[in-house]
């Protein structure tokens, strides 16, 4: 995909965001999570990512059914880790029934980065 392509695609995938990435973002924006500044729908190494923070090179994935057992998220992975992120992958249904429990893990991500 070409750069200008990935931008066209991530504009639209953030007018269109699910409930579980409008509610993780909500907790994400504006610096809440150990102060590490997320952006969302960021293309990154080819692919767009829903959620990236550069300085902890940390990127969150959050995924519905359609995601499971498909080979292209590991591709999509491997390039996003050879771009130097750590990809952490959640599920919709985590997201909206244990969204604590998610940023926690992020949270926890974030510091070892830091580490």
């Known amino acids: 995909m070409t ?47 829903d ?11 959050v995924d519905g059914g359609q995601h499971a ?7 999509r992975t491997a390039a996003i880790e050879a771009a130097g992120y750590t990809v952490r992958r959640y599920w919709n249904y985590n997201v909206l029934a244990n969204a604590e429990g998610v940023l926690e893990d992020i949270r926890r991500t974030i510091l070892i980065a830091k580490a």
């Open 3 to 49: 750069t200008e392509r990935n931008i066209a695609i991530a504009r639209g995938l953030r007018q269109r965001s699910t409930d579980a990435e409008a509610r993780l973002w909500s907790q994400l924006r504006s610096r809440q999570v150990e102060g590490v500044k997320f952006r969302r729908q960021v293309p990154i190494a080819g692919y767009v990512a």
């Open 51 to 61: 959620f990236a923070a550069a300085s902890a090179r940390l990127v969150i994935e």
């Open 69 to 75: 057992d498909d080979p292209r998220e590991a591709a």
